[in-house]
């Protein structure tokens, strides 16, 4: 079976870091990504993690290893515009699907 | 570029009508398509994924269905709504390989009453 758990919510506040984590037990496994949503709109994508270690874009990073099943997504210098859910999801085959997590609600307060 | 479509943006629809929602992606060939489903507070549900023309899978038991008419078109359908087909639905594709990202249509959010 497939299972992905991240938290429900966290808050912080405005140029403050929040790590987000997230790990998976999947039947297959091919990498890591992390999406941003805002409410009523669709998720768009922000990293994608296949091998061990960390990755950095600006702002955000994403740290995968994959012997722990264990992801994570920091998010620096905190803005109210980060305000969102963020999303969890294993690439699992050879088919492009993804296998999702619920979601953790970031509240950024000023 | 590529781009995808999707619509309506919103739907209100009673129990027992039928539902046709659909997707087209532009820009690009032969691109997997999905369609995933988000209920209020919960994480996305894949529900059907394609990866040719007439090439449907269908992840979960349910009340839905779709079809892949052209290349580039998904479309979602029901005969007969019910209360618990309430819901976001997100058309995506992807280039059909493991590891390559959604990208999502802009969602329709579906209330069935």
């Known amino acids: 079976g497939q299972n992905i758990d991240q938290p429900t919510e966290m808050t912080a506040t405005e140029g403050a870091i929040v790590q987000i984590n997230c790990t998976y037990q999947?039947?297959?496994?091919?990498?890591l990504f992390w999406y941003q949503q805002h409410a009523g709109e669709a998720p768009t994508f922000l990293s994608y993690n296949v091998l061990d270690g960390l990755e950095e874009k600006g702002r955000f990073s994403s740290f995968l290893s994959r012997s722990k099943g264990y992801s994570y997504l920091l998010l620096k210098e905190l803005q109210m515009k980060d305000s969102a859910s963020y999303l969890c999801a294993a690439s699992t085959d050879s088919w492009g699907k993804l296998q999702f997590g619920a979601g953790t609600q970031v509240v950024v307060t000023p | 570029s590529q781009t995808i479509h999707q619509w309506p943006a919103t739907l209100v629809q009673p129990v027992g009508s039928p539902l046709s929602l659909e997707c087209t992606v532009e820009?690009?060939?032969?691109?997997?398509l999905y369609w995933y489903r988000q209920a209020a507070g919960r994480g996305l549900q894949l529900l059907f994924y394609s990866v040719g023309i007439g090439q449907i899978s269908s992840e979960v038991p349910q009340n839905l269905s779709a079809s892949r008419p052209q290349d580039r078109q998904f479309i979602l359908s029901s005969k007969k709504l019910l209360l618990s087909d309430s819901g976001f639905y997100l058309c995506?594709?992807?280039?059909?390989?493991?590891?390559?990202?959604?990208?999502f249509g802009s969602g329709t959010q579906l209330s069935v009453l």
């Open positions: 995506a594709w992807s280039r059909g390989t493991g590891g390559e990202k959604l990208f």
């Open positions: 820009g690009t060939s032969n691109p997997n």
């Open positions: 999947t039947s297959g496994f091919n990498g």
